[in-house]
């Protein structure tokens, strides 16, 4: 079974650059969340999709972090524009269902913001 | 918006000894995971527990869930160079699910 996929692994930009992040969850998960990391901290969620849906997205700065998920799919997270402060590894997670079983993790984007 | 606590952050032990990482919710869970991240690596998924004081064991692994589903604890015995990395509990509140701080545990040999 092939696992949660990410790309880029990293990413350098400056501040006020924009950057995209993309997804593709394990076959059959529909549910997709996107974490934030900063280094030294618990995973910070960001998004959390069902199917196409947005289930919760309390936690999103949403003057400059979208995310979709049009198909169900795979999903992208694009920040515009970045700060210093989003340095962080951000994850992508699925789960079959939402919660109620374990979440399987990609390798992660590390974003360097400089 | 819930909130899960761990304590402590960072733990150093010697090789052999035992260790133990707490988590907290600020609401009641339905189920509450626990996962491994080494350094550089992402979550890995442990185990899940779902029922009020449920206990797990993985080995030297041990797992329990409080009776009011509103905390957890994971115990390793004799701990191994191999069991260096990051603790992180999540709790699962209305479909939810959100980390902790995390433990670091260094163990040195």
């Known amino acids: 079974e092939a696992g949660v996929a990410q790309s880029p692994r990293y990413k350098i930009i400056e501040k006020r650059q924009s950057v995209a992040f993309w997804c593709n969850p394990i076959?059959?998960?529909?549910?997709l969340y996107w974490y934030q990391q900063i280094l030294g901290q618990g995973p910070k969620l960001l998004i959390q999709f069902q199917n196409n849906g947005v289930v919760d997205d309390s936690q999103l700065p949403k003057d400059r972090f979208s995310a979709e998920r049009l198909k169900g799919v795979d999903s992208t997270l694009k920040i515009q524009p970045a700060k210093l402060e989003d340095s962080a590894v951000y994850l992508c997670?699925?789960?079959f269902g939402p919660g109620d079983t374990e979440a399987f993790f990609g390798q992660g984007t590390r974003l360097t913001v400089v | 918006g819930q909130q899960v606590m761990q304590i402590p952050q960072y733990q150093h032990v010697q090789e052999g000894e035992d260790f133990t990482t707490y988590c907290n919710s600020s609401t009641t869970l339905s189920n509450i995971q626990w996962y491994k991240q080494r350094p550089g690596g992402h979550p890995v998924f442990l185990i899940q527990?779902?029922?009020?004081?449920e206990v797990k064991k993985q080995k030297r692994l041990t797992f329990q869930f409080g009776e009011a589903k509103k905390n957890s604890s994971l115990h390793i015995t004799a701990t191994q160079t191999t069991d260096v990395g990051t603790y992180f509990c999540?709790?699962?509140?209305?479909?939810?699910?959100?980390f902790g701080g995390g433990t670091r545990l260094m163990v040195k040999p």
């Open positions: 997670a699925s789960t």
């Open positions: 999540a709790g699962n509140a209305g479909n939810m699910l959100t």
């Open positions: 527990l779902v029922k009020s004081g």
């Open positions: 076959s059959g998960h529909a549910t």
